[in-house]
Nanobody, 118 residues
Framework: VQLQASGGGLVQAGGSLRLSCAAS????????MGWFRQDPGKEREFVAA????????LYADSVKGRFTIARDQAKNTAYLQMNSLKPEDTAVYYC????????????WGQGTLVTVSS
């Protein structure tokens, strides 16, 4: 199982980035996909999640209204569109999968760095 996150980079405050997370190695039917982030010296925090069907999404209060999560089942890929970025959004962003029946996310990607300059 492999999760490949991409799309990170350096952007000015107010700008936008789109992260992608491609999953491979097995079928992920029924799995939720999520994005988390971690700033050095801080704990990892939840950002957003989307159900298998895409009909249900969840966002952290800090990103609600600015970030949008989406997924393409056929491509086993999740996306995180990040708009109106702020310096406090700077972090390594990780994608993850929670298999059916699991209470925790059980597959994790390697992370992609997002840096927002003021």
């Amino acid at each position: 199982v492999q999760l490949q996150a991409s799309g990170g980079g350096l952007v000015q405050a107010g700008g936008s980035l789109r992260l992608s997370c491609a999953a491979s190695g097995r079928t992920f039917s029924g799995s939720d996909m999520g994005w988390f982030r971690q700033d050095p010296g801080k704990e990892r925090e939840f950002v957003a999640a989307i159900s298998w069907s895409g009909s249900s999404t969840l966002y952290a209060d800090s990103v609600k209204g600015r970030f949008t999560i989406a997924r393409d089942q056929a491509k086993n890929t999740a996306y995180l569109q990040m708009n109106s970025l702020k310096p406090e959004d700077t972090a390594v962003y990780y994608c993850a999968i929670r298999s059916p029946g699991q209470s925790e996310y059980n597959y994790w990607g390697q992370g992609t760095l997002v840096t927002v300059s003021s």
